[in-house]
């Protein structure tokens, strides 16, 4: 058994919102048990927010691919192995939809 996802999006979709929102949903359904998975989910959601905000760093960008390459490496369930497809997909072949929020910093 397993779960599928499929998301419809259009050129105006905010691939940094989707993933904040998929990241949200983890972080809510985190049950606390392992650190990996409630600090993890807590750290990718908190920093999708600051670069959904115009806050983030493109140094933040690898740190969340590692953090959620850790969590999948050392949490005892499924949820947190699940953001890494997410993050790294996301980074890997959409960076371009990241560097706009994240340049937003730099030009204040």
């Known amino acids: 058994m397993g779960s599928g996802t499929m998301l419809v999006m259009n050129e105006k979709t905010c691939v940094v919102d989707v993933v904040r929102n ?51 490496a050392t949490a005892n369930c499924a949820l947190a192995m699940s953001p890494i497809f997410f993050i790294r997909t996301t980074i890997e072949r959409l960076k371009d939809e990241y560097l706009p929020t994240l340049s937003r910093r730099n030009a204040l």
């Open 22 to 72: 998929i990241m949200h949903f983890f972080q809510h359904e985190s049950c606390g048990f392992c650190t990996p998975c409630r600090r993890g989910t807590r750290v990718l959601y908190e920093t999708l927010c600051r670069i959904a905000q115009g806050e983030g760093r493109e140094s933040d960008l690898p740190k969340m691919i590692d953090l959620a390459q850790t969590m999948s």
